[in-house]
């Protein structure tokens, strides 16, 4: 018989199965060799994490240690301020307090001062008057000596009628016009004091024609005046007011100031006025000489 040959017919191919296996094996051994380098990996992650955060931790510590210090320090530091400052509170009120005195003290003082300044002055006053009046008084004793020296005189046949320069005689006294720069009352007594006389007291009608004919026109001051008591005018050479030639209406102390005496150069007659008003004449007198 002839042998047939079966076109169309292969053996099968083995399966390659032997292979697939190697390959899941390797693939498996790979994964796990993968997987214990990422464990690997992971652990020493882990290690290293672990190791940051205990330094992290010690750092945290120290830091935390240091800001308490700090903190304690500080309130330390803040508790012995607030003591220094009660401290010092206390010292400016016990500052105050002791200023408060010292004002008290300082107004005490003022006023002390104040007391001792007006008696002091008001000594001085007192002592200026007592001076005043013991001068005016000393002058009209001496005034009182002269007169009495002078009758005596007359009665052993002196004349008794000399006169200084630029003085004018008229019944045993001179008298002087004055007539330079205008002056206050007080400064025409003053001017008369140098020429050793006084300002002029009147005493007679016929003094005061003698006066009318030579004293100034624009108005002179005489002697008379009220400054001590109101209403009551006396002479500086304390004789009494025995004489007056008073304008009609006058004296009325227009102004509640009118204290001095002028001789009015129209009319001859009196007017009060101001103390402190210059005018341009002024009278003086003085016993005449033997």
């Known amino acids: 018989m002839e042998e047939r040959s079966y076109v ?25 060799s993968m997987g214990a380098v990422l464990l690997t990996l992971l652990i020493l992650w882990h290690w290293d994490m672990e190791k940051n955060l205990k330094q992290l931790e010690g750092f945290a510590r120290q830091n935390v240690s240091r800001v308490s210090k700090d903190l304690e320090r500080h309130k330390s530091d803040q508790m012995a301020q607030k003591s220094q400052a009660a401290k010092m509170l206390e010292s400016i009120e016990h500052i105050r307090a002791e200023q408060k005195s010292m004002q008290s003290q300082e107004g005490e003082l003022s006023q002390n001062l104040d007391g001792l300044g007006a008696d002091l002055d008001n000594l001085k006053a007192t002592s200026l008057n007592e001076k005043r009046e013991a001068s005016e008084s000393l002058w009209r004793l001496q005034e009182e000596v002269a007169k009495l020296w002078m009758e005596l005189k007359i009665a052993n046949g002196s004349a008794c009628n000399i006169c200084p320069e630029q003085w004018i005689h008229f019944q045993k006294k001179c008298y002087h016009f004055g007539r330079s720069r205008p002056k206050k009352w007080i400064q025409a007594k003053h001017a008369c004091s140098d020429l050793q006389g006084q300002l002029v007291s009147i005493h007679s009608s016929e003094e005061q024609d003698f006066l009318s004919r030579h004293a100034s026109e624009k108005g002179s001051w005489i002697g008379l005046q009220d400054l001590d008591r109101e209403g009551e005018f006396v002479w500086p050479d304390g004789s009494p007011v025995d004489y007056s030639n008073w304008r009609p209406g006058e004296p009325n102390d227009q102004g509640l100031g009118e204290n001095c005496v002028m001789l009015l150069g129209t009319s001859g007659q009196w007017n009060d006025a101001s103390c402190r008003h210059p005018l341009d004449g002024w009278v003086c007198e003085r016993l005449a000489t033997c």
């Not at 169309?8 to 498996?28: H, M, S, V, W, Y």
């Open 8 to 32: 169309g017919f292969e053996k099968p191919p083995r399966k390659p199965c032997c292979r697939q296996g190697t390959r899941i094996i390797l693939l498996g051994m790979a994964t796990v």
